[in-house]
């Protein structure tokens, strides 16, 4: 079954807290799925993956790039899964009818943006009753997360 965590942001906004995440789950051999509400955001996260930290590396393409089925974190806007990714991360309110098709589903919510919160319970709320394991991460004033339900 599918797990989905609610990854409230309070502290930090996507653009610090994705690349940790990424890594995270690169280091734990996952491929992932970056959705983004379209393909401008898509090239422009692209683009801040390249430039965030000029000391590290951090394997990923876009549509763009080519090779699809050879990155190891592919950014779209589509629901298309070409790198046979096993982790969604979902940006900016979208959403996804493949939830079925990963393991782990992360969605990321604006905590500064009382619709996307509005948005997040909703889905939490949906999820919760179609039978997937939904768990909820408030992120602390450090950064850090903590699992709080």
């Known amino acids: 079954m599918t797990e989905i965590r609610f990854y409230h942001l309070e502290s930090q906004t996507l653009d610090q807290v994705l690349p940790a995440l990424l890594v995270k789950a690169l280091e ?3 491929k992932i799925i970056v959705k983004t ?10 683009t801040h993956l390249w430039t965030y930290n000029p000391d590290s590396f951090l394997p990923h393409g876009t549509e763009k790039d080519g090779n ?5 974190v592919w950014i779209t806007s589509t629901d298309n899964n070409p790198n046979t990714a096993d982790v969604l991360i979902l940006t900016q309110g979208t959403q996804s009818d493949q939830l079925s098709d990963y393991a782990l589903v992360c969605v990321m919510i604006n905590g500064l943006d009382n619709d996307a ?8 709320k ?8 939904v768990t ?10 903590s699992k709080k339900s």
């Open 28 to 30: 734990n051999g996952h």
């Open 37 to 46: 509400k379209d393909e401008q955001e898509a090239e422009r996260i692209n």
């Open 68 to 72: 699809k089925t050879d990155q190891p």
């Open 117 to 124: 919160i509005t948005n997040a319970r909703t889905r939490w």
């Open 126 to 133: 949906s999820y919760k009753e179609a039978g997937y394991d």
């Open 136 to 145: 909820y991460w408030q992120q602390s004033a450090q950064g850090g997360w």
